[in-house]
């Protein structure tokens, strides 16, 4: 907004929640702003990711085209490989650690499923590797990603890498993805005497268990870990 008195074609590209940073008594003149930037001749509106596109249409009737993050400024591409090494992405609330329970797993069941002539894998967490550059992330052997947003933007990245990402199957990303900013209950408005239409409400807080059974499994459908191709799943 403060690019509006210059009177110039405004190109906005949306990652976060809409009402990210409106203080709630400027709510009522956001509405009718946003509409008017949205529509207005010479604007470009798009989002990065189907969610967001979606809730905004939900919070405000107006449907923004999906344009995809596809991370491909990492200029990297998937070379040589790390044969025993497997990255593991999680958020930073999770209580537990991934890591040491998969690298537990292997001690203890490994020799069932895998060849015992073959090297086991061994999992390394991604805060351990301190900012590691994108051409060491593309040369392990997979990822294990647990999301803890709606939208991430090393998700994008590391699927332009051309590494083997697995996700939890699409049925439980629910558990995992409403955990940060569009969780947050600051966002979850619709602007006054709109009607969202079609689907459950898209504010799923935290800690709200009961909508993780209902709205959760209909919204966590509309993020791409769910909708790309070519992913891996584990349950």
């Known amino acids: 907004t403060l690019l509006l008195p210059f009177n110039r074609p405004l190109l906005a590209y949306l990652g976060e929640p809409l009402l990210l940073s409106v203080p709630d008594d400027e709510l009522p003149g956001w509405w009718l702003l946003f509409k008017d930037m949205v529509v207005a001749r010479g604007n470009y509106f798009a989002c990065y990711n189907n969610f967001l596109s979606e809730m905004i249409r939900y919070q405000t009737g107006l449907e923004l085209p999906v344009i995809r993050l596809h991370g491909l400024y990492t200029g990297v591409h ?86 083997p990402l697995f996700l939890p ?33 898209p504010f799923v807080a935290s800690l709200d268990t009961s909508a993780w059974f209902h709205a959760a499994l209909y919204w966590s459908a509309w993020t791409d870990f769910a909708q790309f191709p070519h992913l891996l799943r584990f349950s």
């Open 169 to 201: 199957k699409v049925e439980l990303l629910r558990f995992y993805v409403f955990r940060g900013l569009h969780s947050s209950s600051g966002y979850h408005q619709v602007q006054p005497n709109h009607d969202p239409g079609r689907g459950p409400a």
């Open 78 to 163: 998937r070379s040589s490989v790390r044969s025993e090494e497997v990255l593991v992405v999680k958020g930073p609330n999770i209580c537990l650690d991934p890591v040491c329970l998969l690298n537990r797993f292997m001690k203890s069941s490994g020799q069932v499923v895998f060849d015992p002539d073959q090297p086991r894998p061994t999992f390394v967490g991604l805060d351990e590797l301190q900012g590691a550059p994108y051409s060491k992330l593309a040369s392990f052997q997979a990822v294990v990603l647990y999301p803890y947003d709606v939208a991430l933007a090393l998700f994008y990245e590391l699927y332009s890498l051309g590494v």
